[in-house]
């Protein structure tokens, strides 16, 4: 099973600092910790991330196991909200 999360990521564009949105898919089993990132909301005060984003929003990094190296990624979303989706994900049917 993935989870369907909002990434915030950082454009690739050399004169200016750009923000955007995208879907990530993401295997729960790899996921090591969610924390809460506050540099994000800053960001969204100062007017540096996407148009059109509620100024009560929350950002979450998640990290991911990924062998040796690790996989950090910024999710639309507070840390609990990630945490329940995750939940709802790992929910086992049982057969009896």
Do not use: W
């Amino acid at each position: 099973m993935v989870i369907k999360l909002v990434e915030i990521y950082e454009e690739q564009n050399f004169s200016k600092k750009k923000y955007k949105l995208r879907e990530v898919f993401i295997n729960p089993e790899h996921i090591v910790c969610l924390r809460d990132e506050p540099r994000f909301k800053i960001l969204l005060k100062e007017g540096t991330l996407p148009e059109g984003m509620d100024e009560r929003q929350e950002f979450t990094r998640v990290c991911m196991n990924r062998g040796q190296l690790g996989l950090d990624v910024i999710v639309v979303g507070a840390p609990q909200v990630i945490e329940d989706k995750i939940s709802k994900t790992n929910k086992k049917i049982l057969k009896g």
